[in-house]
């Protein structure tokens, strides 16, 4: 009992520092504001953003660019009001709930976020409906789609966290940052070496595996042989999320970025539900990849190695299975598809050095929902996060709609600690 309690304290705290961590990672010089406008996943070009002081003194007006985003530096830190030019919004768009404007604060030597969600406005003859709830059910089944959309991301990425830590026991902070990496290098590909996106995106993903292969070897595995205990493992790990996330910033710089392709494409409406066409293919190379891995790891002799080795890695090694060989397989296998989570998260948000980090909260309220060290909890974890803190946004501001994902975590460490598809104890 003592044991556990160590080791939930020092993931709790692992995770409150990990994520501390980028509220300082950006340039030391940004004070501020920034937003990006997206209508369902498309940038909005050309949005008018107003700045003032809580007292109502101007201080910049600014216009959204090509990627919908937008930035306005403040000399003094305090409370800011922000408005949205509703009139210069795209026809078919609203802001959700009809506030357009925010109030945030700006802190010394930070930038604040600001969002405003948008939404497709009703047509004409909707609106009298909107009273007997037709267009709720309407926004209702659109942030469902959204949150589907999210949780298959979050599945990808929480699917190498899972089977990582039932192979190991590792709970790797430094996961996001394979996410991150993903993304990054087929930005590299499809931009630095006009490389299309989908073959750029492959080459990424065969790289990350590599690297994921030869940070076990080199690094996890040789930890292993020393005898390393998992808590001073997972310490290390968030170690090395701090060097990589910096790492990429250096290289890949704090601005936000988009992939070459895809970037912008004309919505296709399903029913109620109106999307680019780019969301309901990563939909269905996402859902493939999980079936896939699922299926492997039920079916292949390699998949059921990898689950000898998770139940229990002494008698699988006296049974004649090469465990490091398996662990380095689901290592290579894990940062690849985390990679992928990261080009999809690319290709459906955009590219910053902390898009990893900013997951990794959601990723781990998944991986705790499904069951750790459990790859169909991850997906079935993951499902229910992504479409909660998307669904919420009925009720709740968009600011907040992350909170949700960690509601979900302390509930289900309080009442349920193995998770939904978890067991108990291992038997072996």
Not at 173 to 179: K, P, V
Not at 221 to 230: A, D, F, M, P
Not at 257 to 282: L, M, R
Not at 362 to 378: D, E, M, N, S, W
Request: aromatic fraction near 8%.
């Amino acid at each position: 009992m003592r044991r556990a309690v160590i080791a939930f304290t020092a993931f709790l705290g692992g995770l409150v520092f990990l994520l501390a961590g980028p509220a300082h990672a950006g340039p030391a010089d940004c004070q501020g504001l920034r937003g990006t406008l997206k209508l369902q996943g498309q940038p909005v070009n050309g949005a008018k953003i107003a700045v003032t002081t809580e007292s109502g003194q101007p201080v910049k007006e600014v216009t959204t660019n090509a990627q919908g985003t937008w930035d306005v530096q403040v000399e003094d830190p305090g409370k800011y009001k922000v408005t949205l030019d509703v009139a210069s919004l795209p026809q078919n768009a609203e802001v959700r709930g009809g506030n357009n404007v925010r109030t945030p604060t700006v802190y010394e030597d930070n930038c604040s976020t600001v969002l405003f969600a948008l939404q497709p406005k009703a047509a004409p003859g909707q609106q009298q409906e909107s009273t007997g709830g037709s267009t709720f059910w309407q926004q209702a089944a659109q942030l469902t789609f959204e949150g589907l959309n999210l949780g298959l991301i979050i599945a990808l990425g929480a699917l190498g966290l899972s089977l990582i830590y039932g192979t190991t026991g590792l709970t790797n902070f430094a996961h996001g940052e394979l996410i991150t990496l993903g993304a990054v290098l087929a930005y590299a590909f499809n931009i630095g070496f006009s490389i299309q996106l989908i073959p750029a995106a492959v080459i990424a993903v065969i790289a990350a595996g590599a690297l994921g292969y030869g940070q076990d070897r080199l690094f996890w595995g040789q930890l292993r042989k020393r005898g390393t205990g998992t808590i001073a493992m997972m310490i290390i790990s968030i170690g090395v999320a701090i060097l990589l996330r910096n790492l990429i910033q250096f290289f890949f710089g704090p601005q936000t970025e988009n992939f070459n392709d895809y970037v912008s494409q004309a919505g296709i409406s399903v029913g109620p539900i109106t999307a680019a066409p780019k969301n309901f293919w990563a939909m269905g190379i996402e859902l493939a990849v999980l079936v896939v891995v699922g299926i492997a790891l039920m079916k292949t002799r390699t998949g059921k190695a990898a689950r000898a080795v998770a139940d229990n890695p002494a008698l699988a090694a006296s049974s004649g299975i090469n465990v490091d060989r398996v662990i380095r397989i689901i290592w290579t296998a894990g940062a690849a598809i985390a990679a992928l989570a990261g080009i999809m998260l690319g290709l459906s948000q955009s590219l910053k050095f902390t898009m990893g980090q900013d997951i990794l909260l959601l990723i781990f309220a998944g991986v705790t929902l499904g069951g750790l060290g459990t790859a169909f909890g991850a997906l079935v974890g993951s499902l229910v996060v992504g479409v909660f803190i998307q669904v919420s946004t009925l009720w709740v501001p968009p600011e907040l709609k992350s909170v949700g994902a960690l509601a979900v975590l302390i509930i289900v460490l309080l009442f349920r600690p193995q998770g939904i598809l978890g067991r108990r104890e291992r038997i072996g």
